[in-house]
Each structure stands twice: as structure tokens, then as C-alpha cells.
Nanobody, 120 residues
Framework: QVQLVESGGGLVQAGGSLRLSCAAS????????MRWYRQAPGKQCELVAA???????NYAGSVKGRFTISRDNAKITLYLQMNSLKPEDTAVYYC??????????????WGQGTQVTVSS
């Protein structure tokens, strides 16, 4: 079984920084993309940032210049460095890994989420 465990969430003041981590365990194929999503109560889940196994990154417009996604392929660990946090960044942040196995089948796994609360 594949398991993703997020950590690093907490309560911070606006303008502060926080670093989220997502540790993966189990059998995960190298050809994958890892993503951070977030969801606030009553709102839809939205993509925050993504990174491929090759290191290509993509960010939501609302976090560009403030957030940085990175990964350690050896540890299969995903990170999200969040700077200049705003109250609107408050949400539960979820780690996701998806891709294709060596057999060509699709896999998609999610973590349980970590709460990020930014006070004004």
C-alpha cells in the first residue's frame, strides 16, 4: 500500500513562512507527478503547485512568487515552501502523487492533509 503523510502545517501570522512536507512510503513508480492541493471549508479543492519526476514545476497564479515546490526523489518526499503567507492561504493542504506504472496503468494517491491557518 502507498501512503502519503503530510506534516508542517500550523498557525502562522500573515507575512510569515511555513514549510510543508509529504513523506511517501510503499511502492511508487519513478514516472510520476507530485502535487499540492488545498481546500478551505465550503470551497472547491484547488491545485496549488505541481512538480514532475524530472523537476518541472507549475504553480497556481495566486501563489506564484511566494510558494516553492520541490521534491527529493530518493526519499520520495514532497515539499512546499510557503512565504509571504496571506489569510486566503488558509486551508487544508493535501499531497498527491499520480502517474503511470511500468505496466502502463494509472495510479493516484492522496494524503490525509495538514491544516494551514494564516491569521491577519
Amino acid at each position: 500500500q502507498v501512503q502519503l503523510v503530510e506534516s508542517g502545517g500550523g498557525l502562522v501570522q500573515a507575512g510569515g513562512s511555513l514549510r510543508l512536507s509529504c513523506a511517501a512510503s510503499g511502492s511508487i513508480f519513478s514516472d510520476n507527478a507530485m502535487r499540492w492541493y488545498r481546500q478551505a471549508p465550503g470551497k472547491q479543492c484547488e491545485l496549488v503547485a505541481a512538480i514532475t519526476s524530472g523537476g518541472s514545476t507549475n504553480y497556481a497564479g495566486s501563489v506564484k512568487g511566494r510558494f516553492t515546490i520541490s521534491r527529493d526523489n530518493a526519499k520520495i518526499t514532497l515539499y512546499l515552501q510557503m512565504n509571504s503567507l496571506k489569510p486566503e492561504d488558509t486551508a487544508v493542504y493535501y499531497c498527491n502523487v499520480a502517474g503511470f506504472s511500468d505496466y502502463g496503468s494509472w495510479y493516484d494517491y492522496w494524503g490525509q492533509g495538514t491544516q494551514v491557518t494564516v491569521s491577519s
